[in-house]
Nanobody, 112 residues
Framework: QVQLVESGGGLVQPGGSLRLSCAAS????????MVWYRQAPGKQREWVAI???????TYAESVKGRFTISRDNAKNTVYLQMNSLKPEDTAVYYC??????WGQGTQVTVSS
């Protein structure tokens, strides 16, 4: 069973940047894709970025142009580079692929 651990969240000023990491204990690239999700207070979980095992990338409109998803196969890790952060980006961020349980996520708080 693949287990994913998110890290890199924290408190950042509006306009700032963070890089989230999603480290896998097994091969995530045997799955069809890796998805970054987020869940803001009082809102449903939503996807924000997807990278397929073949490298195809898709972003939600709310983060397009600001967030970048990437992967490092050698480290078995997927990243989410978050730039120009807005208060609306405040949420718990999760990574997930098919067959993995939900992890604890990492908290991102954007506030002045």
């Amino acid at each position: 069973q693949v287990q994913l651990v998110e890290s890199g969240g924290g408190l950042v000023q509006p306009g700032g940047s963070l890089r989230l990491s999603c480290a896998a204990s097994g091969s995530i690239f045997s799955f069809n894709g890796m998805v970054w999700y987020r869940q803001a207070p009082g809102k449903q979980r939503e996807w924000v970025a997807i990278i397929s095992s073949g490298g195809s990338i898709t972003y939600a409109e709310s983060v397009k142009g600001r967030f970048t998803i990437s992967r490092d196969n050698a480290k078995n890790t997927v990243y989410l580079q978050m730039n120009s952060l807005k208060p609306e980006d405040t949420a718990v961020y999760y990574c997930k692929t098919s067959g993995t349980p939900w992890g604890q996520g990492t908290q991102v708080t954007v506030s002045s």
